[in-house]
């Protein structure tokens, strides 16, 4: 490992733009987008902002680990859909699913009534042709000035990425479960 200085400059930033809400994309075959989305609607909900949490693979009944402690945080939670695809017994079913469930996430971005809104692995319906691009990037572009949008995912559509403020690709080097680790409670889920 190489030393650093630490910096005694603040880096170079643009002149200041007027603020506005962003469109925030974590994407990528690394660990840690949920986990980044959520991390940053607790942070939105600390300062008393409006935030809801749209999860497009998860069962409505879900009781993962974020489930349980946005209860008792009081943040809504929404699971729209039935599942890892492979799972599914019925994926008609499953992509019916999707686009109810992007009506309701873009209810909620067109209200205006959120400060976040998460759109957790909307890539997969996208990717998997469940809810039309065009209909979701309009939504996105046109969305009150003053709602920021976080959508996670892997391999997200360069027609999102383009008109995104901020990307991040979450890029795996290892991962536990190539070594044959199972997801485990608490890591994972």
Partial sequence: MDIQNPPTEAPQQQEKAERRGLLIVNTGD???KST???GLAIRAQGRGKAV?????MKVPSARFGEHRTFEKLELPIEGLGDG??????DLEHSAELARQGWARAAEAINSGEYFLVVLDEL??????????????????????????????????????IEIAD???????IKHAYEA??????????
């Avoid at 998997?128 to 976080?150: F, I």
């Avoid at 044959?180 to 889920?189: L, N, T």
Wanted: charged fraction near 25%; aromatic fraction near 12%.
């Fill in 123 to 160: 890539t997969y319906p996208l990717i998997y042709g469940w809810v039309p691009l065009a209909e979701v990037v309009d939504v996105l572009r046109n969305r009150p000035k003053e709602v920021h949008v976080v959508m996670t995912g892997r391999d997200c559509p360069p027609e999102i």
């Fill in 52 to 56: 809801k949490i749209f999860q497009f």
């Fill in 36 to 38: 980044a989305a959520f």
């Fill in 84 to 89: 890892f695809s492979w799972k599914s017994k």
């Fill in 30 to 32: 690394g660990k840690g």
């Fill in 180 to 189: 044959g680790i199972p997801a485990q409670r608490g890591i994972e889920d």
């Fill in 166 to 172: 901020t990307v991040t690709e979450m890029r795996k």
